[in-house]
Nanobody
Framework: QVQVVESGGGLVQPGGSLTLSCVVSGIIFSIYDMGWYRQAPGKQRELVAVITNDGTASYLDSVKGRFTISRDNAKNMVYLQMNSLNPDDTAVYYC????????WGQGTQVTVSS
C-alpha cells in the first residue's frame, strides 16, 4: 500500500519560515506529479504547489514568491520551503499526488500567530 508521511509543521510568528517534508513509499515515486495541499478550518482544501516528475514547479497565486516546492526522487521526498509566513497560511498541510491521488496522510499543522 501507499504511505505518505508529512512532517515539519509547527507554530511560527508572522514573517517566519518553515520547511515541510514528505516521504512517500509503496510506489515508483519518480513517475508521479506531486503537490502540497492545505486546508484551514471552515475552508475548502486547496492545492498550493505542484512539482512534476521532471521538477517543474507551479504555485497558487497567494503563495507565489514565498513558497518553494522541491523533490528528491532518490529519497522519495517532497519538500515545501515556506517564507514570509502570514496568518492566512495557517492550515493543515498535506502531501499527495496531483493527477493520481496516492494516499492522504495525517498532515502537518502550520500555525502562524503572534
Amino acid at each position: 500500500q501507499v504511505q505518505v508521511v508529512e512532517s515539519g509543521g509547527g507554530l511560527v510568528q508572522p514573517g517566519g519560515s518553515l520547511t515541510l517534508s514528505c516521504v512517500v513509499s509503496g510506489i515508483i515515486f519518480s513517475i508521479y506529479d506531486m503537490g502540497w495541499y492545505r486546508q484551514a478550518p471552515g475552508k475548502q482544501r486547496e492545492l498550493v504547489a505542484v512539482i512534476t516528475n521532471d521538477g517543474t514547479a507551479s504555485y497558487l497565486d497567494s503563495v507565489k514568491g514565498r513558497f518553494t516546492i522541491s523533490r528528491d526522487n532518490a529519497k522519495n521526498m517532497v519538500y515545501l520551503q515556506m517564507n514570509s509566513l502570514n496568518p492566512d497560511d495557517t492550515a493543515v498541510y498535506y502531501c499527495n499526488g496531483v493527477h493520481t491521488i496516492l494516499s492522504w496522510g495525517q498532515g502537518t499543522q502550520v500555525t502562524v500567530s503572534s
